[in-house]
């Protein structure tokens, strides 16, 4: 059974600072999906990465597909209160034909 | 910005009962998708729909559940028989191709009393 280990679980930090999420896998993905869900809501695209050693910008988040398609980070530059919410890493199983592996998410709290 | 429209919003049903979620995904893609979401829980797979047929399930996804594409916009989940367990949030998607990321629906919320 394919996994992928999403942390932290929870992060709290004030306006400004920097973070970094990770996702990690025993297993290569074909693509890395990242996305932000709100409470009671689907989740939204953000980014999906293909290659190994992809980097990815979307204004002040950067995302990074590793070397061996088995992990993933998700850099946030100056986080502002607007970008409080879930963040999801999924990975696509080789193979698979859109199964979409999620990790458990990682709740932002950005304070002012 | 096109969307994929999933209705009802919320469902109440009884134990037993069946339930049909209904879904329109985006006009031009191709591939089709139920999701779900138990409170609290990861995003887990059901099942993938292509071509006018299933082209992979989860195990989640047993003979109590089928999927339809009954015209050229409708995408629907049925469960038969409903349990307590299939309370959940029910998520459609649908890509052009799986390397574009999925646009996923609102959701709904299905609660089996």
């Known amino acids: 059974t394919q996994l992928l280990e999403q942390s932290p679980q929870f992060l709290s930090i004030q306006e400004g600072e920097n973070l970094t999420v990770y996702c990690n896998s025993s297993?290569?993905?074909?693509?890395l999906q990242w996305y932000r869900q709100e409470p009671g809501e689907g989740p939204v695209l953000l980014v999906t990465v293909v290659t190994g050693g992809e980097v990815k910008k979307l204004k002040r988040l950067t995302f990074q597909f590793g070397d061996a398609r088995k992990d993933s980070s998700l850099h946030i530059t100056a986080a502002q209160p607007g970008d409080t919410g879930l963040y999801l890493c999924?990975?696509?199983?080789?193979?698979?034909?859109?199964?979409?592996?999620f990790g458990k998410g990682t709740k932002l709290s950005v304070k002012p | 910005e096109p969307e994929v429209t999933q209705t009802p919003s919320h469902q109440v049903t009884q134990m037993g009962q069946e339930v049909i979620l209904r879904c329109v995904p985006i006009s031009n893609h191709l591939y089709f998708y139920w999701y779900r979401q138990i409170l609290g829980q990861k995003v887990e797979f059901l099942v993938s729909?292509?071509?006018?047929?299933?082209?992979?399930k989860s195990e989640i996804f047993d003979d109590q559940f089928s999927v339809e594409r009954p015209d050229g916009s409708n995408f629907t989940l049925k469960i038969r028989s409903t349990k307590l367990e299939d309370s959940a949030m029910y998520f459609c998607a649908s890509t052009p191709g799986t390397a574009y990321g999925y646009t996923f629906g609102s959701g709904t919320r299905l609660t089996v009393v």
């Open positions: 999924a990975g696509e199983a080789l193979g698979s034909q859109g199964n979409l592996i």
């Open positions: 729909f292509y071509n006018n047929e299933i082209s992979e």
């Open positions: 297993s290569v993905f074909s693509s």
